[in-house]
Structure formats: C-alpha cells, structure tokens
C-alpha cells in the first residue's frame, strides 16, 4: 500500500510541482488528474509512488490564495501568504496601474502590504519617489533600498510572514532573493537538476524559508495583473481614500468618470483624493 503524506509545496513549474515534507524531504509531484489547481504555498496531501517522487492527491484549505484573472482563465501565484511585497525601481522606470493592481488583489485577501523602491542610489530616485508620494499618504508602507548594496533593512517586515515578492520584470527582485537567500541561486540549480535540467523552469513560484517562522515566496516578473475575479464594489472599497466618500455620489451605480454630483470626482478636485490614483481606478474598472 503506498504511503500517504502531507508537505507543503515550495516550487510550482507548471504541472511539476515540489512538495517539502516535515522532516526536510522533498518529492517531485504531479497533480492527479488533468486540471492543476495547485500553488506554491500549498499545503497538500502527498501519496509517495517512487523514492523521491509523488502524487498530489488534495489540497488543505488555504488562509489565502493571490492570483491574477482574465475573461478566460485564472493564474495562481502563491497560496497561504500573509504579505505581499511589491517590487519597483527607480530605473527603469514602474507602470502604476501594474502596482495599483497588485495592491487591489492583496486587499481583497486582507494581505499586509509592503512597497519597496529599490535601486535607491540612483539618480532617477527623486521621479519615482514622486510617484509613490500618494501611496504612503494613503497610509501604505513605502521600504527605499538598494538590493545590491544592502538589504537589512527589509528584514523586520519580513519576520513572522510568508511574504510574496511580485513586481515587473527588471526591477531587481533577483538581486534582492540572492541578496536575502544566499543560497538560493544553488537551490534554484538544484530544483532544475530534479526537474531534467530545467525543462520546465519557464514559469516558476518558489518558496524559501528565511527562518522557522518566516518564509518568502519568489514569483516570475508580471507585466499584466488581470483582476477579471473582483467586482466594481470590491475595486472601489479597495482604494483606501474613496472609502470616506462611497455612497455619498448622487447615482448608486456612479462610475466615479462623468456622473454628475460624484462624491470622489468632488473630493478630487478639491485635493482630498490624488487625481492620479482617480484615473488609475478608471484605467482599471474601464477594462
């Protein structure tokens, strides 16, 4: 009779997927069946069909699950998380709709939230600290850096969490996971070695453990964060600053766009709500 396990899943490479038992040993896995709904994070119950390998038989119920969504098809990125840490850099420069996304998906799973703005010793830094401005008055958490100079200062957000690290492609979440995880470029090489030298490592989420109580789960770079899963209600109870004004506009159904006696629209022109955040929810509920 073959032998039924539970272990957490801390790399998801497509349909391949590790699983770390209790005692440290991890087995590669597949789903049973065709449809996958696994995600890094996962707390899963394993059934061994070889020395080092498995099935995924279920799925514990998760405290939370982060995805993205489209008209067509959801993206799972990490399972069980208590934070997530969005990556921007002064160079290049950041897309804030991308940014503004993110953060209306962590508010929907009620995740702590963390902005870091790395490459902070360049000199574009003043740009894009203009940029942020709105978010820290909002009352989001804005953490400067320069991952390849020195990354203690991001420790304390992490202690007790399992973070989740997004952000586009070429804002220096590498350097900061290596910086971080020294080892992790090794455990990287070796999950490529289990898996066939890599085959599947095109799209990848991978957790580390920073200590027993904290972990960090590293995602590949996004550049579209689809929000397909949240209603217009949701968005608007997700931007912090419109909260004091909701139910206030004339018509119930207000866009917030070109309504007449819209209380945000109001609030905006009178300098209570940043005019940029008020395009970016319009950018964003239009699509």
Request: overall charge neutral.
């Amino acid at each position: 009779m073959s032998e039924k396990l539970r272990g957490q899943v801390i790399a998801a490479y497509g349909r391949h997927y590790l699983a770390e038992l209790p005692g440290g040993e991890i087995l590669e896995c597949v789903p049973r069946g065709k449809k996958s709904e696994v995600a890094c994070g996962d707390v899963v119950e394993v059934e061994r069909t070889g020395t080092d390998q498995g099935v995924i038989n279920g799925i514990a119920p998760r405290s939370t699950l982060l995805y993205r969504s489209d008209a067509y098809k959801q993206k799972l990125i990490a399972a069980n998380v208590t934070q997530i840490i969005v990556v921007v850099a002064t160079e290049p420069s950041f897309n804030d709709e991308l940014l503004a996304r993110c953060l209306l998906a962590a508010h929907e799973q009620k995740l702590e939230t963390l902005i870091v703005l790395n490459k902070c010793d360049l000199p574009q830094i003043a740009a894009a600290r203009a940029q942020l401005s709105p978010y820290g008055k909002i009352g989001y958490k804005v953490l400067e850096l320069s991952a390849k100079k020195d990354v203690t200062s991001l420790l304390p957000f992490l202690q007790g969490h399992t973070s989740v690290l997004v952000g586009q492609s070429g804002m220096g979440k590498s350097t900061l996971v290596n910086a971080l995880i020294p080892a992790a470029h090794a455990a990287t090489r070796e999950i490529s070695t289990v898996l066939d030298s890599g085959k599947h490592t095109t799209t990848h989420a991978r957790l580390y453990h920073l200590n027993a109580d904290s972990h960090l789960i590293d995602c590949p770079g996004v550049q579209l964060f689809g929000l397909h899963h949240l209603d217009f209600a949701a968005m608007e109870r997700s931007f912090p600053e419109f909260l004091p004004y909701l139910g206030s506009c004339r018509f119930a159904n207000c866009s917030h766009s070109h309504e007449p006696d819209c209380a945000i629209r109001k609030a905006t022109a009178e300098g209570k709500i940043d005019e940029r955040r008020l395009k970016l929810f319009q950018q964003i509920t239009a699509h």
